[in-house]
C-alpha cells in the first residue's frame, strides 16, 4: 500500500460526502442529482443562492456546485460567502462559454476548487467531484498530521524539559551520594591509619626508651618515598611497612628485644631474623597490607646480596624495603638497636654513606641525603601549636598527640569533637604537665573570627 493510498479515504468514506447543488433551474438540479445517484452521494439542492446558505447553516457539506447565472445572487457572489464562511467546504463552478469574466471573479473570490463548461460531460463531472473530495480530504489530513506533530513536538519538548530536569535531579542526587561515599571512605581511611598507628604504637610498649621507634621509620621512609618521586599508593605502602616492621617480634622474649643486634649471640641472632617472614605473614591475610607486607619482609635485606631472609640483591629487593631499610637502620643507629653505641644524627648519616653499594641503594641514599628543611613541612606556616583550652571542635590534628612516655594518643589527620577535647583536656590534667597540640592551620584561617578567641600559649 502506498503512502497516498494511507491518506485518502476509503470508497465508502467518498461515497458518505454531501454534496449541495445550487441552480435556479429545476431540470439542471434534476440531472445533477441523477448524475450522482449511482456514487452513493448524499444529494442536497437549493434554487438560489439564500437558499444555498441556509442548508449550509444547518447541514454539514463537502461539496458545493453552484450555477453562475442565478437571479439575486450570482454564483460567484454565492461561492465567495461559501468561502468566506465554510472555507472547507470544496467548489465548483457550473458556467457558460460567455462567462468568462464572471468565472474569473469567482475562482479570485469564491476561491473554487475547478469549473465546469455547460453543457457538460457526465463522466468529466463525476470524475471532478471525486477528484476534489479526495483533495479537500488531503487538506484535512494534511492539518491533522501537522497538528499531530506539532502535538507530537510539544509533548516531545515538554518529556525532554522533563527529562533534563530528572537528568539534573538525579545527577544532584548521585553527586551527593558521591560526596558522601567519598567523605565515608576518606573517613575509612583515616580510621585504618589510626588504627595501624595504635597497633604500632601497641608493638613497642615493651621497648621503654626505644618508644616512637616505627613512626619515626615511618615518616623518613614516607619523605625518602616522596623524594624519589613514588606515586601516592606506593608511597603509602612504605610508610604502613615503617609503622608495621617491626611486628614480627611480638613474643620474642623481652631480654632479646632489649639488646642490640651486636650484642646477641649466634642462637639469639638467628630467631632475631626470623622476625621479617613472621611479619609478614601476620599481614598476609589482609588485602590492603599484602604489599606493604612484602616490604616489611625485604627491609633486612642488604645491596650486596648479604641480607636476610632471603639473600636478595640489587633492584631484586623492592625499591620500598631499600628505602625502609635506610630509615630503619639511621633511627636504630640512634636509639641503640643497632648497636650498643647510640650515634648522633650526623653520626648515623656518615655510617650509611660508608656502606654505600653495600647495604643500602645508592639512590635511596642520595634521596635521603637531599632531603633539607625545605622539603619537611613547614610547621610555623601550615600549622598551629595550641594549649588543650584552645582547642575547638572542627580543628584537625597536624601530627600525632603522643604521651609523654611515647604512647600515640590521637592520629594526625584526626577531625576534633567535643567529646575528644575533653578527653584531651582529662589527660593534661591527669598528667599534670603542660601539652602542645598541634592543628592544620587552615581551619583557623578559614574561621578568622575564632582566631581572637584562640591563646596560644594557655
Not at 551527593?176 to 589510626?194: R, V, Y
Amino acid at each position: 500500500m502506498s503512502d497516498t493510498s494511507i491518506l485518502l479515504p476509503p470508497a465508502a468514506s467518498r461515497a458518505s460526502a454531501t454534496l449541495l447543488c445550487v441552480d435556479d433551474e429545476q431540470n439542471i438540479l434534476s440531472a445533477l442529482r441523477r448524475l450522482f445517484r449511482h456514487d452513493g452521494y448524499r444529494v442536497l439542492t437549493a434554487i438560489s443562492g439564500d437558499a444555498g446558505i441556509k442548508l449550509l447553516e444547518s447541514e454539514q457539506v463537502d461539496l458545493v456546485i453552484s450555477d453562475m447565472r442565478m437571479p439575486e445572487m450570482d454564483g460567484a457572489r454565492f461561492l465567495e460567502v461559501v468561502s468566506s464562511r465554510w472555507p472547507d467546504t470544496s467548489r465548483i463552478l457550473l458556467t457558460g462559454h460567455a462567462d468568462i469574466t464572471s468565472t474569473i471573479e469567482a475562482i479570485n473570490q469564491g476561491q473554487i476548487f475547478r469549473y465546469i463548461s455547460k453543457p457538460w460531460d457526465d463522466q468529466d463531472v463525476r470524475l471532478i467531484v471525486r477528484h476534489a473530495l479526495e483533495h479537500k480530504q488531503l487538506e484535512r489530513d494534511k492539518r491533522r498530521l501537522e497538528a499531530l506533530t506539532q502535538r507530537q513536538n510539544e509533548e516531545l519538548r515538554e518529556l525532554n524539559a522533563s527529562l533534563e530536569a530528572r537528568v539534573e535531579e538525579r545527577t544532584a542526587e548521585l553527586r551527593l551520594t558521591h560526596d558522601a561515599l567519598a567523605a565515608a571512605n576518606e573517613k575509612l581511611k583515616t580510621s585504618f591509619l589510626t588504627s595501624i598507628k595504635v597497633f604500632s604504637n601497641l608493638i613497642e610498649v615493651t621497648e621503654g626508651p626505644r618508644s616512637g621507634h616505627s613512626r619515626r621509620v615511618a615518616d623518613l621512609a614516607r619523605r625518602i618515598a616522596v623524594k624519589i618521586g613514588l606515586d601516592r599508593t606506593a608511597t603509602q605502602d612504605v610508610m604502613l611497612a615503617g609503622l608495621l616492621h617491626d611486628i614480627g617480634k611480638i613474643g620474642m622474649p623481652d631480654a632479646l628485644l632489649a639488646k642490640s643486634v651486636s650484642q646477641m649471640n649466634t642462637e639469639e641472632f638467628i630467631l632475631f631474623k626470623k622476625h621479617p617472614i613472621k611479619g609478614e605473614l601476620a599481614l598476609m591475610a589482609l588485602d590492603s597490607l599484602r604489599s606493604a607486607a612484602r616490604l616489611l619482609r625485604s627491609h633486612h635485606e642488604r645491596y650486596d646480596g648479604q641480607g636476610y631472609p632471603d639473600g636478595l640483591s640489587a633492584t631484586d629487593i623492592p625499591l620500598g624495603a631499600r628505602i625502609l631499610a635506610v630509615a630503619n637502620d639511621y633511627d636504630g643507629l640512634q636509639i641503640g638497636s643497632f648497636s650498643a653505641k647510640r650515634l648522633t644524627s650526623v653520626e648515623a648519616l656518615a655510617f650509611l654513606q660508608q656502606s654505600r653499594g653495600k647495604r643500602y641503594d645508592p639512590q635511596v641514599l642520595d634521596a635521603f641525603a637531599s632531603l633539607n628543611d625545605s622539603e619537611i613541612v613547614d610547621k610555623a606556616q601550615k600549622e598551629w601549636a595550641l594549649g588543650p583550652n584552645s582547642l575547638k571542635p572542627g580543628m584537625v590534628l597536624s601530627r600525632d598527640l603522643v604521651s609523654r612516655e611515647g604512647a600515640l594518643l590521637l592520629a594526625a589527620d584526626f577531625l576534633l569533637d567535643d567529646s575528644l577535647i575533653k578527653q584531651i583536656r582529662g589527660y593534661t590534667r591527669y598528667e599534670e604537665q603542660s601539652v602542645v597540640i598541634h592543628v592544620r592551620a587552615d581551619w583557623i584561617e578559614t574561621n578568622t573570627n575564632q582566631k581572637s578567641a584562640i591563646n596560644i600559649d594557655d
